[in-house]
Nanobody
Framework: QVQLVESGGGLVQPGGSLRLSCAAS????????MSWYRQAPGKERELVAR????????NYADSVKGRFTISRDNAKNTMYLQMNSLKPEDTAVYYC????????WGQGTQVTVSS
């Protein structure tokens, strides 16, 4: 049973930071490129960042480049998203999943950036 459990979201002020975690189980985590996605109110889900199987190739959406850092620890079956200099437009539910060929979506974790 594939499970993807996102955590670490919360309410932060603009300019603040959060670190999201994605705990994966039920599949060989290290065999897959993984990605972070987000869905803001009234908008479609969008790709935030992706990371290759060994973590050597990383891509970011232009909107988060320079502010967010994606990483993974294959020994822990966990992926992370360090988010700095947060903006109100980063407010969304954040999800993790296999890149491109998705597993079932988890519940996501809510990130709210507001003063």
């Amino acid at each position: 049973q594939v499970q993807l459990v996102e955590s670490g979201g919360g309410l932060v002020q603009p300019g603040g930071s959060l670190r999201l975690s994605c705990a994966a189980s039920g599949f060989t985590f290290s065999s897959y490129a993984m990605s972070w996605y987000r869905q803001a109110p009234g908008k479609e889900r969008e790709l935030v960042a992706r990371i290759s199987r060994a973590g050597s190739i990383i891509n970011y959406a232009d909107s988060v480049k320079g502010r967010f850092t994606i990483s993974r620890d294959n020994a822990k079956n966990t992926m992370y998203l360090q988010m700095n200099s947060l903006k109100p437009e980063d407010t969304a539910v954040y999800y993790c999943n296999r890149d491109r060929s998705y597993f079932a979506w988890g519940q996501g974790t809510q990130v709210t950036v507001s003063s």
